[in-house]
C-alpha cells in the first residue's frame, strides 16, 4: 500500500492545503482548540514553501559560507476569528505573500469551511541565524517569496 500525502496547490500567488479536524484538534465539546489554528497556519505556511528555495531544511542546510545555517521564527501572529470549525469538518487553509522584506515576509493566511472564513490570521516571520539574530534572505528564497507575492497582485488587479 502507496501512503498518501495531503498536498496542496498554488493559484494565482495563493496556496490551498486542505485540513481535516481530528479528535486531538477539539476540546471537550468536539469544537477546535483556539490554538489548534496556529498550528494549521504553520502547517500551510510550512507546506507552502516544501521543496523549494525557501524551505525551511534548504536554509537550514545553507553553509556559512552561503550564509547559513537559517531558520525561521514568527516574530507577530494577530488571528481573527469567525466561526468555530468542529471535529470532522474539512477545512481549506490559505496562504498569501503580502511584503517582502530583507529579513521578513508578511503573511495573510486564512481557513475557510465550504468558502465561508472560520478564522484569519496576519503573520510577520523572520529569518535568523544561530545566534537568533535577523538575517538577509539568500537570494533563492527572496526570489521565491517575490514571485508569490507579484502573482497574488497580479491576480488581485485582474479580479481573480
Known sequence: MTA???TGAWKDGVFHFPIRVYYE???VGGMVYHGRYVSYF???RTESIRDT???VNALF???EEEGGPLTY???NLNISFRQQAKIGDVLMGHSMVKRVRAAAIEAKQWITRDGVMVAEADVLVAVIGP???PRRWPAAARDAWTTWMKE???AAARGA
Request: hydrophobic share 40%; no cysteine.
Open 25 to 27: 484538534d477539539t476540546d
Open 4 to 6: 498518501q500525502v495531503a
Open 152 to 154: 497574488a497582485e497580479a
Open 42 to 44: 504553520e502547517r500551510v
Open 131 to 133: 545566534d537568533g539574530r
Open 61 to 63: 542546510d545553507l553553509s
Open 73 to 75: 521564527v514568527v516574530s
Open 53 to 55: 528555495a525557501a524551505d
